[in-house]
């Protein structure tokens, strides 16, 4: 079962057709969900309301933080929709009455009767400023791609940030109707050390009253439209262009609203239009704020500043301005950094009030099936709900340098490529809706399969537009959404029949296997078995190349032999037959493996035996949760238990527990090692040789990756465009031996 899988009853689930707003995706309805609603919080600001809940089925790991907004104006539709959580949705073992509803923002003071009277439940108000800071760590630490820069002068305006090594101290400037500068120092300390009325209050006020724009993204839209140089001072008007001395461009303000005093009062009003008024007075607030929040991080020796609050919203002139600010006044040393789900800071960590703070560390990961936008000007989305795994994860303990550690190998920052990727998996869509009808038939398969294609189609369409606004694009987060799409309608594991029938059919074709290698000399066996892992690593419907030839019957072992490559550039088995020949036997491998069928049983299985057989124990690290036809730690559990009946050697390391199988924590065709289990980190402390298999984890994914131990990448190449871009032909095969502190290859 994957974690999706528990949180939905998916029966007669279909796509809405319900009409779209221009920034949103299609909703998924779930007519017959039922699950328990374990927590509640609500941020009300002036302007929108946002609600974040934790939801869990029963008797079922893991659980769903999530997120919905609603305009302030329109509370009742709040109180509404939380009251349906609570009276229609909820099935859970505490009483509804004893239910408690974490309340921060100016609104929960404002409507706090409202809704303890509606709702009938305790409501708890929670302090806004810890709130947000509560959220901002938390989510920092947990999402990737949470944090980014926006500087258009950049080829790519917005880019990603990694997770910092150490947050701690950082600025938050919390832009609302007025400035608060916070200083944070550790998850239980800030203060408030600066501040300003010149904030969103400002922008908003002087604009309603010399625009006709009715909101504030109507205000957004008409400064997006406009030219401040109409009505703004600058100096190139001064100096007839550049003061180089000084350090100013033509194009920099000198005075903002300087060319209005200049020009007579009978020409004003018809003059300056409101799109170029409101992008001048876009610029004369956001670059105040900017200057006065650089000036408190050099006060203070701080050079991280986060900025939050409704006045940003995702909208790129308001992002450009403070980051040129930051950099102008920093000269290039401090960056200004955002965050995709700034909106939802303060909901956020009210909702973490609700738990202890030791008990606050667990993992998510971003669910982007639906998604939503803080407003239509907003450059970026953020998944509707975070999935929570039911174990905690962390980073890898083996990585040489995880401050620097990068999981994609292939940068899909050029267009070209990006829609190369998108359009190849759109091309595979309709195999894998026919793979889902296939999996497990019932009366509303053919529609969940139609709603799966539908909702995933519509993300590459979406993505086809804006690459980044999930975060980050990479071969790795389009696959991982797909996974995600399938698990939402319901298709947690549609290979599960194909892995089955291939794991069957492997187990009775590996004693013959064993007996072949068996009978070498140690030199001509380690060939042959490095040669098994190849031809198994064929044996993968996640590629678009070989699944049609699986589908069809078309691939056998020994054609899969003969189709790889070993071209010299990849090929280090020479030195990693003299290391396992001639040195010491490793103390423990840790193998990552890949694919069920002909790839375990006849690749890996045999490898693993043979470190046995040299004294090596071995862990065998597979998926947690299910990815195309990648094998589980559960399905490699149960074939190493039946293992008696096909080689006694290999049951006996089981049984004697120098064979074990962890689950990485992962339900993906790639692998991050910023991301695995705490179960696995704790079992590799005492690791000396990694081994990382297959196209997604060791050529999508690590192919750059250090570790502090000795590493053997071993996988084929199944995808054209990846095996130019690193100077290979389709199925040739890297075998990659690494040796701790050695040279390695980098990008």
Not at 353 to 362: G, T, V, Y
Request: charged share 25%.
């Amino acid at each position: 079962m994957t974690l999706n899988s528990y949180n939905l009853n998916v029966k007669g689930a279909a796509i809405s057709e319900d009409v779209l707003k221009e920034q949103e995706t299609r909703n998924i309805l779930f007519p017959n969900q039922q699950e328990e609603v374990a927590q509640i919080a609500v941020d009300i600001g002036g302007s929108l309301a946002k609600v974040v809940y934790f939801s869990r089925s029963p008797d079922a790991p893991g659980g769903r933080l999530n997120f919905v907004k609603f305009e302030t104006q329109k509370i009742d539709d709040c109180v509404d929709y939380i009251y349906k959580v609570l009276y229609d949705v909820y099935h859970g073992q505490i009483p509804v009455e004893k239910r408690v509803i974490k309340a921060t923002g100016g609104g929960a003071h404002k409507y706090y009767d409202l809704f303890r009277e509606k709702l009938g439940v305790t409501m708890q108000r929670e302090d806004e400023m810890e709130c947000l800071i509560t959220g901002l760590n938390f989510l920092v630490r947990q999402i990737p791609y949470e944090v980014f820069t926006y500087d258009e002068r950049r080829t790519e305006a917005m880019q990603f940030e990694s997770m910092p090594t150490e947050l701690f101290p950082y600025l938050l400037v919390n832009i609302g109707s007025g400035v608060s500068i916070l200083k944070v120092t550790s998850d239980e300390t800030y203060e408030r050390i600066s501040g300003t009325s010149l904030g969103g209050g400002t922008l908003w006020g002087l604009l309603s009253l010399l625009t006709e724009a009715k909101d504030y993204d109507e205000m957004l839209e008409l400064s997006q439209l406009g030219d401040n140089k109409n009505v703004d001072m600058l100096v190139g008007d001064i100096y007839g262009g550049d003061y180089p001395k000084i350090g100013l461009k033509g194009s920099a303000i000198a005075s903002s609203f300087g060319k209005v005093f200049k020009t007579p009062l009978e020409e004003r009003k018809t003059k300056f239009k409101p799109e170029d008024i409101s992008r001048s007075l876009l610029y004369l607030v956001s670059n105040n704020i900017g200057q006065i929040a650089y000036l408190n991080a050099q006060a203070h020796g701080i050079q991280r500043i986060y900025f939050s609050g409704f006045f940003i919203r995702g909208h790129p002139i308001t992002m450009n301005t403070l980051s040129y600010a930051i950099n102008f006044w920093s000269k290039g040393k401090i960056m200004a950094l955002f965050l995709r789900h700034e909106g939802y800071l303060g909901a956020m960590g009210a909702f973490l009030r609700h738990a202890p703070k030791r008990s606050r560390l667990r993992s998510f990961t971003e669910n982007f099936t639906r998604i939503e936008k803080i407003s239509g000007t907003s450059v970026g989305a953020v998944g509707s709900s975070l999935d929570q795994f039911p174990t905690a994860l962390t980073t890898f303990p083996l990585l040489a340098n995880p401050a620097r550690y990068k999981p994609d190998t292939t940068d899909l920052k050029s267009s070209a490529l990006q829609l190369y990727w998108i359009n190849l998996l759109d091309k595979n869509l309709g195999d894998l809706a026919d793979m889902a009808m296939q999996w497990r038939k019932g009366t509303d398969t053919k529609s969940r399969a139609s709603s799966f294609e539908a909702m995933y189609r519509e993300h590459l369409e979406r993505l086809r537009r804006e690459p980044n606004v999930y975060g980050a694009l990479s071969i790795r987060s389009l696959l991982d959404l797909r996974e995600q799409c399938l698990r939402e309608m319901g298709f947690y594991d549609i290979f599960e029949n194909v892995k089955k029938q291939e794991n069957n059919a492997a187990l009775e074709g590996l004693p013959k296997a064993l007996r072949r290698i068996d009978a070498m000399d140690e030199d001509a066996k380690i060939d042959a078995l490095i040669g098994d892992v190849l031809a198994g690593n064929m044996y993968d419907w996640g590629s678009t190349s070989v699944f049609e030839m699986l589908r069809k019957g078309e691939l056998d072992f020994q054609t899969a032999q003969l189709k790889v490559g070993r071209p010299p550039q990849f090929n280090q088995l020479p030195a990693l037959k003299r290391r396992l020949m001639e040195g010491p036997p490793y103390k423990k491998a840790v193998i990552f493996v890949d694919n069920s069928g002909a790839d375990i049983l006849l690749g890996i299985i045999p490898f693993a035996r043979y470190l046995l057989e040299k004294g090596t124990d071995v862990m065998l690290a597979a998926n947690t949760n299910p990815s195309v036809n990648d094998i589980t730690v559960g399905e490699l559990r149960e074939i190493l238990d039946r293992m008696s009946n096909f080689d006694e050697k290999v049951y006996s390391a089981w049984k004697d527990g120098r064979l074990t199988a962890v689950g990485t924590g992962s339900g993906s065709p790639c692998l991050d090692f910023s991301r695995v289990s705490e179960e696995l980190s704790e079992a590799c402390q005492d690791v000396d040789f990694v081994v990382v298999e297959g196209m997604g984890r060791a050529i999508h994914t690590n192919f750059y990756a250090k570790f502090k131990v000795d590493t053997l990448k071993i996988a084929v190449f199944k995808n054209p465009q990846v095996a130019r871009e690193l100077g290979a032909a389709m199925y040739d095969a890297i075998c990659l031996y690494e040796i701790a502190g050695s040279p390695q290859r980098s990008k």
